[in-house]
């Protein structure tokens, strides 16, 4: 018969604080085996880097004044735990909290982080508080920045963790007048109320006064600060709102006005910028040639047709509890710039980012501050061509973002000469040149033009997408050279990849001198060698326990002079089993399997076969139809490429590896 649990204490002076839908309590004496599990769950440890979990320290913790458990009043289960005990300074206090993993994202977080400032402030009366956090718990951070908290420090290696290892610290802080103005407007909020500015005005003068005991209004400063700063993000939260109602309605009337052989007054200047970031589809191979191809490609729809046979696929919606990330609201950001000499007219040098006309620049005369050009003021004006997007420069490279963001940590990789700023993934690409060496760096963390949900989540996937490139190395993936944190990011380091996109150009051959067109054309032995080399590093994949997610034709880069094949773009690689948690997945129709379409469907090594079957199709026959006639492999290789892409999961080869022997023994007989 299962052990009946022990009763939680009674609520006498164990009980710290009780909401809702929790209950903050110290641990009883016998919860050891509780807590330890709660520290073997995903990433918990980390906060408690005392040591060796023995029974004896397990039971000192449970004693421990400070520390606390976080019971769900639903099932009295331990969720988590709390951390709360006085400054190193008079009325101040450290705060620290976690959820077990299959808790989170239900509200408990931050049901528990607004009772502990309750506690801290209204009942012990602190003036300050702080809580400590590694750099990478991403949703704990924005959690902090949603209560108010602003980040104060970083430090690098300074906290050990139980395996031995050091690791990186931010500390938070928030002050009882922040709470105070955050506090009344929640309250407001949850009430239904209308919210006015000179409510939080007045609150910022008595909250003040009260702790002053002088209601001058220069002491208020801070509190009016922050009062005007969570009006400004409530009406900028309610203007992006009407801003997304009337894209649909302005998208429409350019289709009309395009139709009816005009363009609306505005759109050229809209369209330039934009243009200098990507090179127009009908450029020839000369340029193709001057510009190379990114050595890694984001994940990026498909052609026009397919678009609009079906929906994209959707990014994930950032979670409620981000709030802003690192997203600057001034435009005197100092930029990557050359130094700037008085009589360069060559458009190469620095320049002040460039606002959009609802918010147009009215530039007095630019002080000039090391490489870069200040100055700019905001004044109302004309309707805005960009639709909310600004343009920023990086050694005079324009770059269309939603916000300008700082790129101070590229001037030592060199000189950025290209970006790819248009893309749906949430990361930005660079090309940069030193001397005569090139690099290819991808970043998240800015807000930009095209992406749908929040850096945050955009940073995460190119963390674990860097842990992808390091566990997959092989000969023909482009080599990752590092990859690091910035102040507001993350980024991937890459070595210049010889090649050009597969991506560019379509199926249907119009235009001879695309790189698809060019490829297909290629010699028969040469498709083959290419495509050998594709089986090979998926079995590569497959044996180091992962499986191909978003794998397309922009995943292709070709040197036609060497005949070499390389891969890149391989950030959504994942460690098997993998379960589809969006539905439609990401990634190009014409290389998807059905299970990708197929909410909790397992992805795995047969999902990688049908994968390997569509590229086979895609550079030896008819790419979607796959009919024997458009087939130029001999009938061999084509029953095996035809079994490779069947509906039914069960009909395929079991593992690339089969595939991968079965097509070698085929073509070289």
């Given at each position: 018969?299962?052990?009946?649990?022990?009763k939680?204490?009674?609520?006498?002076e164990?009980v710290?604080i009780r909401t809702?839908?929790l209950?903050?309590?110290?641990?009883?004496?016998?919860?050891?085996?509780?807590?330890?599990?709660?520290l073997?769950d995903?990433?918990?440890?980390?906060?408690f880097?005392?040591?060796?979990y023995?029974e004896e320290?397990?039971?000192?913790?449970?004693?421990?004044?400070?520390?606390?458990?976080?019971?769900?009043?639903q099932?009295?289960?331990?969720?988590?735990h709390?951390?709360?005990r006085?400054?190193?300074?008079?009325m101040?206090g450290?705060l620290?909290?976690?959820?077990?993993?299959?808790?989170?994202?239900?509200g408990?977080g931050t049901?528990a982080a607004?009772a502990?400032?309750?506690?801290?402030?209204?009942?012990?009366g602190?003036?300050?508080?702080t809580?400590?956090?590694?750099?990478?718990?991403l949703?704990l951070r924005a959690?902090?920045e949603?209560?108010?908290?602003?980040?104060?420090?970083?430090?690098?290696?300074?906290?050990?963790?139980?395996?031995g290892?050091?690791?990186?610290?931010?500390?938070?802080?928030l002050?009882?007048?922040?709470?105070?103005?955050?506090a009344?407007?929640l309250h407001?909020?949850?009430?239904?109320?209308?919210i006015?500015l000179?409510?939080?005005?007045?609150l910022s003068?008595?909250?003040?006064?009260?702790?002053?005991?002088?209601g001058?209004?220069?002491?208020a400063?801070?509190?009016l600060?922050?009062?005007?700063?969570?009006e400004?993000?409530?009406?900028?939260?309610?203007e992006?709102?009407?801003?997304a109602?009337?894209?649909a309605?302005?998208?429409?009337?350019?289709?009309?006005e395009?139709?009816?052989?005009?363009?609306?007054?505005?759109?050229?200047s809209?369209?330039?910028?934009?243009?200098?970031?990507?090179?127009?589809?009908a450029?020839?191979?000369?340029?193709?040639e001057?510009?190379?191809?990114?050595p890694v490609?984001?994940?990026?729809?498909?052609?026009?047709?397919?678009s609009a046979?079906e929906?994209?696929?959707?990014?994930?919606?950032?979670?409620?509890?981000y709030?802003?990330?690192?997203?600057?609201?001034?435009?005197?950001?100092?930029?990557?710039?050359?130094?700037?000499?008085?009589?360069?007219?060559?458009?190469?040098?620095?320049s002040a980012?460039?606002?959009?006309?609802?918010?147009a620049?009215?530039v007095?005369?630019p002080?000039?501050?090391?490489g870069?050009?200040v100055?700019?003021?905001?004044?109302?004006?004309?309707?805005?061509?960009?639709?909310?997007?600004?343009?920023?420069?990086?050694d005079?490279?324009?770059i269309?973002?939603?916000?300008?963001?700082?790129f101070?940590?590229?001037?030592?990789?060199?000189?950025?000469?290209?970006?790819w700023?248009?893309?749906?993934?949430?990361?930005?690409?660079?090309?940069l040149?030193?001397?005569?060496?090139?690099?290819?760096i991808k970043?998240?963390?800015?807000?930009?033009?095209?992406?749908?949900?929040?850096?945050a989540?955009?940073?995460q996937?190119?963390?674990?997408?860097?842990?992808?490139?390091e566990?997959?190395?092989?000969p023909?993936?482009?080599r990752?050279?590092?990859?690091?944190?910035?102040p507001?990011g993350?980024?991937?380091?890459?070595?210049?990849?010889?090649?050009?996109?597969?991506?560019r150009?379509?199926?249907?051959?119009?235009?001879?001198?695309?790189?698809?067109?060019r490829?297909?054309?290629?010699?028969?032995?040469?498709?083959?060698?290419?495509?050998e080399?594709?089986?090979?590093?998926?079995?590569?994949?497959e044996?180091?326990g992962?499986?191909a997610?978003?794998?397309?034709?922009?995943?292709?880069?070709?040197?036609?002079e060497?005949g070499r094949?390389?891969?890149?773009?391989?950030?959504?690689?994942?460690?098997?089993?993998?379960?589809?948690e969006?539905?439609?997945?990401?990634?190009s129709?014409?290389?998807?399997s059905?299970e990708?379409y197929?909410?909790g469907?397992?992805?795995?090594?047969?999902?990688n076969?049908?994968?390997?079957?569509?590229t086979?199709?895609?550079?030896l026959?008819?790419?979607?139809?796959?009919?024997?006639?458009?087939?130029?492999?001999?009938?061999?290789?084509?029953?095996?490429a035809?079994?490779?892409?069947?509906?039914?999961?069960s009909?395929?080869q079991?593992?690339?590896?089969?595939?991968?022997?079965?097509?070698?023994?085929?073509?070289r007989?």
């Open positions: 018969m299962e052990k009946e649990k022990e939680a204490p009674a609520e006498t164990d710290l809702p839908n209950l903050i309590r110290r641990f009883g004496q016998e919860e050891w085996p509780e807590l330890l599990t709660y073997q995903d990433g918990v440890a980390d906060g880097p005392e040591g060796i023995t320290r397990l039971r000192d913790m449970t004693a421990d004044p400070y520390l606390y458990a976080l019971v769900s009043l099932d009295d289960q331990v969720i988590g709390v951390f709360s006085p400054g190193v300074q008079p101040t450290l620290g909290f976690g959820v077990r993993s299959d808790y989170r994202r239900c408990y049901e607004q502990l400032f309750r506690h801290a402030f209204e009942e012990l602190l003036h300050r508080v809580v400590s956090c590694p750099p990478e718990n949703a959690l902090l949603k209560c108010g908290m602003r980040m104060e420090a970083f430090f690098r290696r300074n906290l050990p963790t139980i395996d290892e050091w690791r990186d610290e931010c500390v938070y802080a002050l009882r007048d922040e709470w105070l103005v955050n009344s407007l407001l909020r949850q009430g239904g109320e209308a006015r000179e409510d939080f005005i007045a003068l008595s909250a003040e006064s009260e702790q002053s005991g002088a001058e209004l220069v002491e400063v801070p509190v600060d922050t009062a005007l700063a969570i400004a993000e409530h009406r900028a939260d309610l992006a709102e009407l801003e109602e009337l894209e309605g302005y998208q429409a009337e350019l289709e009309l395009a139709a009816a052989g005009f363009a609306p007054e505005g759109v050229a809209y369209e330039a910028p934009a243009q200098t970031s990507a090179l127009p589809e450029a020839s191979d000369a340029a193709f001057a510009a190379p191809v990114p490609q984001e994940p990026a729809g498909d052609a026009a047709e397919e046979a929906p994209a696929a959707e990014h994930p919606a950032a979670s409620e509890i709030g802003q990330f690192a997203a600057p609201g001034e435009p005197d950001i100092p930029q990557v710039t050359l130094p700037m000499s008085a009589g360069d007219s060559s458009g190469a040098g620095p980012p460039v606002l959009p006309a609802a918010v620049a009215t007095i005369e002080a000039a501050v090391e870069t050009v100055g700019v003021q905001r004044a109302p004006a004309a309707p805005d061509p960009m639709y909310g997007l600004i343009e920023q420069r990086v005079g490279v324009p269309v973002l939603r916000r300008l963001h700082d101070n940590w590229l001037a030592p990789f060199g000189r950025v000469f290209r970006v700023d248009r893309q749906d993934s949430g990361n930005l690409s660079f090309g040149e030193i001397e005569d060496q090139r690099v290819f970043y998240a963390g800015a807000e930009t033009a095209e992406y749908a949900g929040h850096p989540d955009a940073v996937r190119l963390r674990e997408a860097a842990n992808a490139y566990a997959l190395d092989h023909a993936l482009v990752m050279l590092d990859h690091f944190e910035t507001d993350y980024a991937i380091l890459f070595e210049w990849a010889k090649g050009q996109s597969l991506h150009g379509d199926d249907s051959g119009a235009d001879p001198h695309s790189v698809r067109s490829f297909r054309a290629l010699p028969i032995e040469r498709r083959l060698e290419a495509m080399t594709i089986l090979d590093f998926h079995a590569h994949v044996e180091k992962y499986v997610i978003d794998f397309y034709d922009g995943s292709m880069l070709y040197d036609f060497a094949m390389t891969l890149c773009d391989i950030d959504l690689y994942r460690p098997a089993p993998y379960i589809n969006m539905g439609r997945m990401w990634g129709s014409r290389f998807m059905a990708e197929e909410l469907a397992a992805i795995d090594s047969r999902t076969v049908y994968t390997m079957g569509a086979a199709f895609y550079m026959g008819g790419t979607r139809d796959r009919s024997p006639g458009l087939w130029e492999a001999g009938e061999e290789l084509y029953r095996l035809l079994r490779a892409v069947s509906p039914e999961r009909h395929r079991a593992s690339v590896r089969e595939l991968l022997d079965a097509w070698t023994s085929l073509v007989g």
